[in-house]
């Protein structure tokens, strides 16, 4: 079974902080995919990964930056965290033709 | 560029009714496909991909090259197919980027 674990289920931070969201999937899976999760706008990608220290931009990638220095784990850094960045955030991970497996979410409440 | 259009936020239908939750995409290459389904409080997971042609839990979805759509089709709604449904496009050029659309969350009625 896939196993896609995010740090935490639950988040607040205050405005300004810099914020790590920590992924870890243990199936050796190449592509790791960062997404927030807002009610009516759908899953948007922040950023996704296609090999350790390989990046490639999603639609929103603005107030963040990721780090993948190993091949489990992906990072997801806000810089200076602000309000509009409070939201619901998803890792998943993929392989060749595997579908995507999804962490739990984190939601971050930024206040 | 790859977008996925899921035009219906919210749908309601009555149990036992047809259900169709439409998804239209863009994408200039031989796209790869796949209906996701969030139940409350669970993960989001795989409902069904478009290679694979089999129906989960009675639902389909044909790939319509000509019209650039993905609808998911059941015939027969039950309660339990009260979640969120996304549509999703993976790149099968270059690397795996996978996008969603917006989401339609499908209620059931008894």
């Known amino acids: 079974d896939v196993k896609v674990t995010q740090s935490s289920r639950y988040l607040v931070k205050r405005t300004g902080e810099k914020v790590f969201l920590e992924c870890v999937q243990d199936?050796?899976?190449?592509?790791m995919f960062w997404y927030r999760q807002d009610p009516g706008l759908g899953l948007r990608l922040i950023y996704f990964?296609?090999?350790?220290?390989?990046?490639e931009k999603g639609d929103i990638p603005e107030g963040y930056s990721v780090s993948r220095e190993k091949k489990e784990r992906f990072s997801l850094i806000l810089e200076s965290a602000s309000t509009n960045q409070t939201s619901m955030y998803l890792c998943?991970?993929?392989?060749?033709?595997?579908?995507?497996?999804f962490g739990q979410g984190t939601r971050l409440t930024v206040v | 560029a790859q977008r996925v259009t899921q035009p219906e936020k919210l749908l309601s239908v009555f149990k036992g009714a047809p259900v169709e939750l439409k998804c239209n995409y863009s994408?200039?290459?031989?796209?790869?496909l796949f209906w996701y389904v969030q139940y409350s409080r669970q993960r989001l997971q795989l409902l069904l991909r478009?290679?694979s042609r089999e129906s989960i839990k009675g639902f389909t979805a044909d790939l319509n090259k000509g019209e650039t759509s993905f609808h998911l089709k059941k015939p027969f709604a039950q309660e339990e197919d009260s979640a969120m449904y996304y549509c999703?496009?993976?790149?099968?050029?270059?690397?795996?980027?996978?996008?969603f659309g917006q989401g339609t969350r499908l209620t059931i009625n008894p």
């Open positions: 998943a991970s993929s392989f060749l033709i595997t579908e995507a497996f």
């Open positions: 199936m050796d899976h190449e592509n």
């Open positions: 990964s296609y090999d350790v220290k390989m990046k």
């Open positions: 994408y200039s290459g031989s796209p790869e």
């Open positions: 478009h290679i």
């Open positions: 999703a496009l993976r790149r099968t050029q270059g690397a795996q980027k996978l996008v």
